[in-house]
């Protein structure tokens, strides 16, 4: 049975004038900035406290728990609410972020409370980001979804590209227990932000429990669902394909790149500006249209043409042309993301949401980071070109399958 919105949320009133969503968005933005400051901090301390190899084993002890549990979180998410999950769960981060900055103000413990604050967040993160995806379908109606998915989008690169100014200005002033403080106040804004969003429930016959499963037959359950589902099994697919191929020659690759051009670390970051320019623009383009027509054939010829502007930075003689590629790339990235991200809100049944966008972001946040070494060590061993060509490839498979499926090829955004 499909949820049906309360008189409430049928509104025609478009979710940047929502006050609810802009009070989510508020608080959305706020946790980002302080993840941003978080990570800069906890780079910062575990360099100070130890060797690069043990900073670096600090850096990723999120990612276990946090691919571990991911698909369990996004069970927790539907079963409790997503606005109950993530009102807890930024109480969470905030209170251990904090909890470290004491400790380092008062002495210095080392790499032990570091270690154990990146294992906490991980774990918060893999039950707090199935949650986030699946709140805005509670907060308004479906043909807004689209929208929330562009604003949420200007959100993550407003908070990066304030967020590491902050932290660092935090750690020049203070160290690395200002920086963590800093860290623990931007996401304590979030929460009285998020306790004054209302959302609407699910029906009875909707809600996970309903028929008292266990934890373990709603995952079975979600899984079973994303399957056999027209459109969503094949966009999970072409999503797992896009990342894994644009994931390695835009992190790791693009440092390897720049070195070997002797663009150098400022050219490096002309580069980088250049895609977030790009993407920003993409959200921007979707929050102010709403939506845009033959959803699933956007995307479908982003992917493609991506993976193409992808295979061609490789192969750019100057900054100057490396940085109108990466332009181009991060507002085909930026566009088909966005596009994808708003048939998974609008094709999936609000009760498995946070089950969907765990699937989802398990494959961004838990998969797709195994292609940097990979992609490091292919580079080494065969240079850049001939990697970024075969990511490229990689990538552009996700846009075949998503013209190739009809499903998802004639998906359209709600109107």
């Given at each position: 049975?499909?949820?049906?919105?309360?008189?409430?949320?049928?509104?025609?009133?478009?979710?940047?004038?929502?006050?609810?969503?802009?009070?989510?968005?508020?608080?959305?933005?706020?946790?980002?900035?302080?993840?941003s400051v978080y990570y800069l901090a906890l780079s910062w301390a575990a360099v100070q406290a130890g060797t690069p190899s043990q900073a670096g084993l600090v850096m990723t002890a999120s990612a276990v728990p946090r691919a571990l549990l991911m698909l369990g979180g996004g069970v927790i998410a539907d079963r409790l609410g997503p606005r109950r999950v993530v009102i807890g769960s930024d109480a969470v981060r905030c209170?251990?972020?904090?909890?470290?900055?004491?400790?380092?103000?008062?002495?210095?413990?080392?790499l032990w409370p570091l270690a154990l604050l990146a294992l906490v967040f991980g774990t918060v993160d893999a039950v707090f980001v199935p949650a986030v995806g699946a709140l805005p379908a509670r907060m308004?109606?479906?043909?807004?979804?689209?929208?929330?998915?562009?604003?949420?989008?200007?959100?993550?690169?407003?908070?990066?590209?304030v967020g590491a100014p902050l932290g660092g200005f935090?750690?020049?002033?203070?160290?690395?227990?200002?920086?963590?403080?800093?860290?623990?106040?931007?996401?304590?804004?979030?929460?009285?932000?998020?306790?004054?969003?209302?959302?609407?429930?699910?029906?009875?016959?909707?809600?996970?429990?309903?028929r008292r499963t266990t934890a373990r037959a709603d995952l079975t359950a979600g899984l079973r669902y994303i399957r056999r589902h027209r459109v969503l099994g094949p966009l999970m697919l072409a999503v797992a394909l896009g990342d894994l191929g644009f994931v390695g020659p835009?992190?790791?690759?693009?440092?390897?790149l720049a070195d070997e051009r002797g663009w150098g670390a400022a050219g490096m970051g002309w580069v980088l500006a250049g895609f977030g320019v790009g993407a920003g623009a993409a959200s921007l383009l979707l929050t102010l249209r709403g939506r845009l027509p033959h959803a699933g054939r956007v995307a479908g010829w982003s992917i493609l043409a991506g993976a193409l502007a992808i295979g061609a930075l490789a192969y750019m003689p100057t900054v100057a042309t490396a940085v109108v590629t990466a332009l181009l790339i991060g507002l085909l990235a930026g566009l088909s993301g966005a596009m994808c991200g708003a048939l998974l809100q609008t094709q999936a049944d609000p009760a498995y949401l946070g089950r969907v966008t765990a699937v989802s972001s398990l494959v961004s946040l838990g998969l797709t980071p195994l292609s940097m070494p990979l992609s490091a060590a292919a580079?080494?061993?065969?240079?850049?070109?001939?990697?970024?060509?075969?990511?490229?490839?990689?990538?552009?498979?996700?846009?075949?399958?998503?013209?190739?499926?009809?499903?998802?090829?004639?998906?359209?955004?709600?109107?």
């Open positions: 049975m499909t949820a049906t919105l309360t008189p409430a949320l049928t509104g025609a009133r478009p979710a940047h004038r929502d006050p609810a969503v802009l009070r989510w968005l508020a608080a959305y933005t706020s946790s980002m900035a302080g993840d209170a251990a972020v904090l909890a470290v900055a004491a400790l380092l103000f008062v002495t210095s413990p080392g308004t109606s479906r043909d807004q979804l689209a929208r929330v998915q562009g604003m949420r989008g200007l959100a993550i690169r407003f908070a990066g590209v935090a750690v020049a002033a203070g160290g690395a227990a200002a920086a963590f403080g800093l860290a623990g106040l931007l996401i304590a804004m979030s929460v009285p932000l998020l306790v004054c969003v209302r959302v609407r429930d699910l029906p009875p016959d909707d809600t996970v429990g309903a835009l992190n790791v690759g693009l440092t390897l580079i080494g061993a065969w240079g850049t070109g001939p990697v970024f060509v075969a990511s490229a490839t990689l990538c552009g498979l996700g846009g075949v399958v998503a013209l190739g499926v009809p499903g998802l090829r004639r998906a359209e955004l709600p109107r």
